[in-house]
């Protein structure tokens, strides 16, 4: 960590003896350029898409799959599958999934009488189509943490609040959901960190396209290491990541650490 954080203080080409001291220099060049801001709101985007949208999805299916009283353990391993499936074999086949003139996505849909945009050519659908990919690569381990949360919420707290009176739906807002604090905020902190790492899925979906729509902190970093050999840069491309990932995560944390204490109180 100390290492990177001088190396984004100083110009390095990876190979040169000398490195010149530059201060922050490389973080002006890159926000100057407007690469640094573009991937900043790009990786937000995606974190954010990715993050709530697993964590709803998630909650959701881990509701449906604890009221299956056969079958509980099949559907937690087909919903857990693509969680250890490799990524760039996720991200190719999503690809072609998603081509927009052979993809079974985009045939079905013309099938349907839809006309199908051609996704992840599209500035306006190819972040959408790499954060709904996203989720569905997570919805899994969302749902196997979500599902162990609620079969650990005491089953009398929630009898005891049908007995006087509150329905399904009252019940699952004020007892249900406050006891999943812990787990929601462990949830959106991993599901940020994971979000901020991305790289493979869209590297190889769409490179960072079109026109930098997606391209994501951790592909500026790339480039800037191994295509304009920038290690300077690289390295500040880094730490900006790590300054925005712990931003929020102390946000989220202060956020649900205080919804968890008044539920314990």
Avoid: H
């Avoid at 009488?113 to 899994?140: H, N």
């Avoid at 599902?147 to 329905?167: F, M, N």
């Amino acid at each position: 960590i100390v290492a990177s954080g001088y190396l984004s203080l100083v110009k390095w080409d990876g190979l040169a003896r000398e490195r010149p001291f530059v201060g922050f220099d490389n973080y002006r060049r890159l926000w100057d350029t407007g690469l640094l801001v573009n991937s900043i709101k790009v990786t937000l985007y995606y974190a954010a898409g990715v993050t709530l949208g697993g964590l709803v999805l998630g909650l959701l299916v881990a509701l449906l799959l604890d009221a299956v009283v056969k079958g509980r353990a099949f559907y937690r391993t087909i919903y857990f599958l693509p969680v250890v499936t490799a990524t760039v074999a996720v991200a190719v086949v999503w690809k072609l999934l998603l081509d927009p003139s052979s993809g079974y996505v985009n045939v079905v849909l013309r099938d349907l009488g839809v006309t199908a945009p051609s996704w992840l050519r599209s500035p306006t659908w190819a972040m959408p189509a790499v954060i709904a990919v996203g989720v569905w690569k997570r919805l899994g381990f969302n749902v196997i943490v979500y599902l162990a949360g609620l079969q650990s919420v005491p089953r009398e707290i929630q009898e005891a609040a049908a007995v006087d009176g509150a329905g399904a739906l009252a019940t699952f807002r004020d007892v249900t959901l406050p006891l999943l604090a812990p787990t929601t905020l462990l949830l959106a902190i991993m599901g940020v960190i994971d979000a901020f790492l991305v790289f493979d899925q869209i590297f190889v979906m769409t490179n960072g396209g079109p026109i930098g729509k997606t391209d994501v902190l951790g592909l500026l970093l790339y480039r800037q290491a191994f295509s304009y050999f920038d290690l300077g840069g690289a390295a500040a491309v880094g730490w900006v990541m790590f300054a925005l990932v712990a931003g929020i995560t102390l946000v989220q944390w202060r956020v649900y650490g205080s919804g968890t204490r008044e539920v314990g109180t």
